[in-house]
Every structure is written in C-alpha cells, then in structure tokens.
C-alpha cells in the first residue's frame, strides 16, 4: 500500500464519540486482532507465498477461519460464508474470549438454520487483508515490523485466490453452497468465475457484478475521512498510543448511512433531539448519537489500514475486467444461482441484482422487502431464511 498523504484541510470530527474513541484507543492504536490475544474459536493456516493481482508477492500468508459441523466422508456438504466489509470469521456464536461481538450471521446459520450445522460443515474465513487474524496491514511482516504502509494493495481475485488454498486444506474440493453479502457477494461471485468447477450452488445477497459511480463515490469519502485524521501518520501508526480512531469512526458513520434507507431514517429518528440536548446551541439530533454510536462501536474491534485495503478492494471489483465485459464473465458461471436484493437498498440497487440474474445462467431471484435498506439482508431473518431454504431445498447433499 503506497502511503497515503492527509488533505490539508483536516476532515470533520464525529461529535462526542471522538472524545469517547480517543479515551478508548489509549494504549492500543488499532483495534484489530493482536498474537497473544485470546484466539476464541478462530483456526489459523499458513497458506505460504501469496501471488498478487498487483504482480507483488504477499509473503508467509495466514488465514483466520472457524468452521462448524462435519465434513461428510463424500466431502459434499460444505459450505462457505463470506463477510463483508466490516464482518470477521464469527458468523454465528456467541460473544466471548476472542469475539467481542455475537456471529453476524446468527439468523442464518446455526443448528436448524437455513445453513443447518447439523448437516453442513461450514467455513467462514477473515479476509485477507483483514485484521481479525488473517493477515493484513496490521500484521508483523518478516522484517518483525507491522506491515502499515507497506502493505501491497488487494483485489476481490486476491483474496478469493487465498480462500481456495484455506479449501485445498480443509480437503473440500466443491462447496456444496459459495454465499456472500454486499461485498462478500463480490467474492462469492469471483469464487464462481475463478473456480466454476467448485461451486455447486451460489448466493449473491445485496450485492453487484461490479462498483458503480456512486459506491465509488461513497468509498472515496470514506478514504478520506481516514487518511485525513492527524494521527493517521501515513498508515505507519502502530507503534503510537493513539490511532486515527477520528477518521475511522467517521468512515463508519458515512458507510453506515448507506447501510440504513432514508425511510427508515425519517420514521425512526425524524428531527428528533438527543436527550435533552438542543441542537441549536450545539446540541445534537438523535440521528447524530445514533451515528457517532455506530462509530464509536467499531473501534474496539477493527484497523484503519485494513479498511483501506478491504475498501479499495470494493473500489476496484468489476467481474467483467480482463474477461470480455461482465455479460461474458457471468455467462462462465456454471452455478445454481440465488440472487437476493433488498428492495430499499441504497447502495446496491436492485438494478445490480437484475443484472447478475440477467446474466447468469442458471438463476433464482428473490427480493427481500424492507425498511431499513442494504442491512435488510441481515434484519429481515425471516425472509431471507425462507429465500435461502427453498434455493437449498432444490438441492441437497448426497442427490
């Protein structure tokens, strides 16, 4: 990762939760996974000398993963869960030593969930570039020194290129069932591009064939709310008592506007006051607490360097690139496929979703209706539990 200079106009703080992220950081610069912390029930493989899209080599390469169920003795049950920007390995599970947060997924996957534990072996992997255990900026490079700076930049292909060797590992050969969310979806899809002969069934839940313009945008602003707090030091900030926790909460306070619909916004929160706090002498609106509360929670958990590599990771996807154009890469998916939208979503549109089902052969839609936007997909248990065990019910191991 070439080193990123701060605008000279510094980017706006997040109200109080800056004072309350700078109390935190205090003698951790980064929120990310550290050796010597409790591993919880993450695995660890080394997967060795990483090629790189970028033509560089990412060296002595480790994955963070967890796993549940077992493997039948056909091999033809697993399944592979993939996050998203901000996820982790811990889809489901409770919170504990490890894993400050419950799975994300909880609703999803577990024992008769529509990912049944009980009948399939799923694997879930922190992305490479993440900092929850795999390897990433704030990981120590071979030179005994954290990666920061110097960590090369990443691709969608990247890290779906690290995800087989966690597979080739495991002894699955084919996933029974690839699913991704948002850009989890990316990689998902990827995996049925690059890997057509391991993918037997496909999930692609609020998701896109490519970054528009405006995702882009977003994604822009969020680089630079980052790159632009002053204790940022040009990504090399491990080794200092404090770390740009000012820039990453606002980056997670402008992602997670587009995460929420506008609807659900005005309904919930309309221009209602903080308390007894009066916006006009300063005070703010329940909006603004509602924001500066989602900034300030993924301090504890999360590095500002990997958020700009798994961010410019987003930036750059395009499954069409180097392949003809998007129509002929999807037309290469041999995949049952499931493509989920959520109706409300404002970052994923569901134009994008009409154009993966447009384009992929073999294809299933399902649209998930809600209030509450591109989170829809994680809030709406219920429909997307029904959308994801009617597609798995066409298709079960062992037929």
């Known amino acids: 990762m070439t080193a990123m200079t701060s605008p000279i106009s510094p980017v706006p703080g997040v109200g109080t939760a ?25 695995r660890f493989l080394e997967i060795g000398d990483l090629p790189l899209d970028s033509g560089e080599i990412l060296p002595e390469t ?19 869960v ?7 390995s811990h889809v489901t599970g409770d919170a504990g030593p490890g894993h400050p947060t419950a799975g994300w997924w909880d609703t999803l996957v577990g024992p008769g969930r529509a990912i049944d534990t009980d009948r399939y072996f799923v694997v879930a992997a922190n992305i490479l570039g993440g900092c929850q255990g795999s390897t990433g900026p704030s990981s120590t490079a071979p030179d005994g020194r954290p990666w920061g700076s110097r960590f090369p930049w990443l691709t969608t292909r990247d890290a779906v290129r690290a995800e087989s060797r966690l597979a080739d590992a495991l002894g699955i050969d084919a996933f029974h069932l690839v699913i991704g969310a948002s850009l989890g979806g990316h990689r998902a899809l990827e995996w049925g591009v690059m890997n057509p002969e391991r993918v037997r069934n496909l999930a692609l839940v609020a998701t896109g064939a490519s970054t ?60 209602a006051h903080q308390g007894q706090e009066d916006p006009a002498v300063g005070g703010r609106y329940q909006i603004e607490s509602y924001l500066d509360h989602h900034a300030g929670k ?33 037309g290469t998916v041999t995949a049952r496929t499931l493509v989920v939208d959520v109706d409300s979503d404002r970052l994923f549109l569901p134009a994008q979703a009409e154009e993966l089902a447009h384009g992929i052969p073999d294809t299933r839609r399902a649209t998930i209706h809600s209030l509450h936007g591109h989170d829809g997909f994680l809030i709406e248990a219920d429909q997307m539990d029904a959308a994801l065990r009617g597609f798995l019910a066409e298709d079960e191991p062992g037929r």
């Open 18 to 42: 800056t004072l309350k992220l700078v109390d935190r950081s205090a003698g951790s610069p980064t929120g990310a996974w550290r050796p010597g912390d409790d591993p919880g029930h993450r």
């Open 62 to 80: 480790h994955l963070a993963f967890e796993t549940w169920g077992q493997l039948t003795p056909a091999r033809d049950n697993a399944v592979l």
């Open 82 to 88: 993939l996050h998203a920007l901000t996820g982790d």
């Open 212 to 271: 528009t313009a405006d995702q882009l945008a977003w994604c822009h602003l969020q680089e630079l709310a980052i790159v632009g707090d002053p204790y940022f030091l040009d990504g090399d900030y491990y080794n200092h008592v404090v770390g740009p926790v000012r820039g990453l909460g606002l980056a997670r306070a402008i992602a997670h506007t587009t995460y929420r619909s506008a609807g659900e916004l005005d309904t919930r929160f309309g221009r």
């Open 298 to 330: 993924l301090l504890a958990r999360f590095d500002a360097n990997t958020y700009l590599i798994v961010n410019h990771s987003m930036m750059v996807h395009d499954v069409g690139a180097g392949r003809g154009g998007i129509e002929a890469a999807l």
